[in-house]
T-cell receptor, first 112, second 118 residues
Framework: QQQVKQSPQSLIVQKGGIPIINCAYENTAFDYFPWYQQFPGKGPALLIAIRPDVSEKKEGRFTISFNKSAKQFSLHIMDSQPGDSATYFCAASIAGNTPLVFGKGTRLSVIA | GAVVSQHPSWVICKSGTSVKIECRSLDFQATTMFWYRQFPKQSLMLMATSNEGSKATYEQGVEKDKFLINHASLTLSTLTVTSAHPEDSSFYIC??????????????FGPGTRLTVL
């Protein structure tokens, strides 16, 4: 059962554009929502994470928007660059020692 | 800070042999480590959760006798693929939680180990 649904599966944007990746979750007990960036042949790297007590969090060019009532959260990448081309995964977990539940990933290509 | 290493980064072995993959938290102590498997162009699939000093908890469908996990210290977990077969070829990634972190939910991933079984 897919507990975190991620879309789109792939995304192509022009350099400088703002790609938006969306995730929806079902389990209302989730209270930790990170985003990871993965380059081919590498492990995922934590980009940014949010908890349900805030609706938005920004770190550098990366912003998470969180809508608790809709059970959705999204990643925005400002001023995207070719170096941002990677696969992005959203995830969710319940506070404590529970494993992350990952979305299926979005392959982003930023073209010059 | 919060660096996780894996060794080896890649390994090629013959069918029937066993392969051990190490996961180390270099600058922090990890209460919990996780092992994932990833197929090309797919998401990460959790295999097992490993807590220091106790038995690993395996996800449904993961053979515990085939994928042996040992978490002997707060900085080291190992995954041994026993009697490997070509279908075990995959990208194996570990992650660790930093017990010092203000957020005990933060997971840091290793660089992964590419296993190819001939």
């Amino acid at each position: 059962q897919q507990q975190v649904k991620q879309s789109p599966q792939s995304l192509i944007v022009q350099k400088g554009g703002i790609p938006i990746i969306n995730c929806a979750y079902e389990n209302t007990a989730f209270d930790y929502f990170p985003w990871y960036q993965q380059f081919p042949g590498k492990g995922p790297a934590l980009l940014i994470a949010i908890r349900p007590d805030v609706s938005e969090k920004k770190e550098g060019r990366f912003t998470i928007s969180f809508n608790k009532s809709a059970k959705q959260f999204s990643l925005h990448i400002m001023d995207s660059q070719p170096g941002d081309s990677a696969t992005y995964f959203c995830a969710a977990s319940i506070a404590g020692n529970t494993p992350l539940v990952f979305g299926k990933g979005t392959r982003l290509s930023v073209i010059a | 800070g919060a660096v996780v290493s894996q060794h080896p980064s890649w390994v090629i072995c013959k069918s029937g042999t066993s392969v051990k993959i190490e996961c180390r938290s270099l600058d922090f102590q990890a209460t919990t480590m996780f092992w994932y498997r990833q197929f090309p162009k797919q998401s990460l699939m959790l295999m097992a959760t490993s807590n220091e000093g106790s038995k690993a908890t395996y996800e449904q469908g993961v053979e515990k006798d085939k994928f042996l996990i040992n978490h002997a210290s707060l900085t080291l977990s190992t995954l041994t693929v026993t009697s490997a077969h070509p279908e075990d070829s995959s990208f194996y990634i570990c992650s660790a939680r930093d017990r010092r972190s203000g957020s005990t939910d933060t997971q840091y991933f290793g660089p992964g180990t590419r296993l190819t079984v001939l």
